[in-house]
């Protein structure tokens, strides 16, 4: 296989993940990385390119969502703090965790991902009481809804916090936005409105990539010639996963990809655990 | 145009930057470095396939860090000059990384218009973090740290 075949597949495989990604709602990364080990790619490059692409992703979504006045960027702000630093111990994490160990990390992060942004949600109870925390941190806002502006109450601040530290460890250890942990530490943990939570995670998640990206460029994880094909193909195929999503129903779609995530989820752990890497 | 419903905007902040328009400058930056970055990388791209398509594929199999030219901004830079297409890529790449870090940058010039200097704090903070990540190794590899 010469570069430019190998390229033209990488590239094929990464719209197929940005566009599975964005359907799902998992993000590119965690289906990509998968893909290239798949591929016989060392899992550093894997990471170090998936990492380059969730950057792209989160960063272009992110665009819209800001302006139609979804997220919080207080919130976002506030939380960054604990996602950058946990990205980068999990960069660190990288460069002294054997291959193996990172690859059996990834299958179970995967699966609690995709279980997590599966399963049903619950309806939440104490979501109009104040939290005096919260209100002297300013992170109460409100949120355009088709009745007009909702406001909404935050709660539990040091717990959201300390989730999203371990949220910035996993991206940086395993090149993945970690989403569904960060809407995991807003929705259920601190309180906040779904659509904020996933909008403000999608704004956040950039920013704690770029604090892993930094590690990763100095080690040499980002190797052009792959990351170009990756970053080029997820983006694109997450922008088409956007359009898809929006024309046709969604929750019989992410039935169908949970199988995929499942089987992926599968290989990632019994490569680590046999060493095939 | 929330900036016309705003007549008598608060003393304590120019009325021209409400938290909507801070949301329009934010959303237009992070667009502008996305299209920027995957522009210079799809360029980069071409040029590296022209060159270098038909030769065999390199091995990703076993990690092999990535060329000492290639892992530092400055590095970058100097590279792309020489128009290397894997420096130009990289280039991109960097340009990728830097959309996070200038949109960090904006909010905490739009924190301290706004007066809310416990924001400032935070976003200094993360902006610190990240500055850390992109040239402590750098740095460090020259004796500077």
């Excluded at chain 2, 935070?122 to 500055?131: E, K, N, P, S, W």
Aim: glycine share 10%.
């Amino acid at each position: 296989m010469n570069v430019l075949e190998f390229t033209s597949l990488i590239a094929v495989g990464a719209l197929v993940a940005g566009f599975l990604g964005s359907l799902t709602g998992l993000g590119g990364g965690v289906v990509i990385v998968p893909l290239l080990v798949l591929l016989k790619v060392d899992i550093h490059y894997a990471i170090g390119a998936s990492l380059v692409s969730v950057i792209a992703t989160s960063s272009g979504s992110a665009a819209s969502y800001v302006k139609e006045g979804y997220s919080n960027i207080r919130i976002g702000m506030l939380l960054e703090i604990a996602t950058t630093i946990g990205a980068l111990t999990g960069a660190y994490l990288t460069t002294i965790l054997d291959p193996r160990a990172i690859s059996i990390v990834f299958g179970i992060v995967l699966l609690l991902s995709a279980y997590l942004s599966l399963r049903p949600r619950r309806q939440r109870g104490d979501a109009d009481k104040t939290d005096a925390l919260a209100v002297r941190l300013r992170l109460d806002g409100s949120y355009p809804t088709p009745a007009g502006k909702q406001s909404y109450h935050v709660h539990r601040v040091p717990l959201g916090f300390g989730l999203m530290y371990v949220a910035g460890c996993l991206s940086g250890l395993l090149g993945i936005g970690s989403g569904a942990l960060k809407v995991l530490a807003m929705d259920q943990a601190m309180r906040i409105p779904f659509k904020v939570s996933t909008t403000t995670s999608n704004f956040m998640i950039g920013v704690t990539a770029a604090a892993s990206a930094g590690v990763y460029l100095h080690r040499g994880y980002i190797d052009p010639g792959l990351a170009m094909p990756v970053m080029l193909g997820v983006l694109a195929g997450s922008m088409l996963g956007a359009r898809v999503l929006m024309a046709v129903q969604s929750s019989v779609l992410r039935r169908v990809f949970s199988v995929v995530i499942f089987a992926m989820s599968i290989e990632m752990i019994y490569k680590g655990c046999t060493g095939e890497l | 145009m929330a900036e016309l419903s705003n007549q008598k905007p608060p003393e304590d902040r120019p009325p021209n930057w409400n938290d909507e328009r801070i949301d329009r400058v934010i959303g237009n930056l992070l667009r502008i470095g996305v299209i920027a970055s995957a522009v210079v990388v799809f360029t980069g791209g071409v040029l590296f396939l022209a060159r270098e398509g038909r030769q065999s594929n390199p091995d990703f199999h076993t990690f092999r860090a990535e060329s000492e030219a290639l892992r530092s901004p400055g590095a970058i830079l100097r590279e792309t000059g020489a128009w290397n297409s894997r420096a130009l890529i990289m280039l991109g790449l960097l340009l990728l990384i830097a959309t996070p870090v200038a949109r960090v940058m904006f909010s905490i010039f739009a924190f301290a218009l706004q007066r809310d200097y416990l924001y400032v704090l935070f976003t200094v903070i993360v902006l610190a973090v990240l500055l850390y990540s992109l040239f402590s190794g750098y740095l460090s590899d020259n004796g500077m740290l």
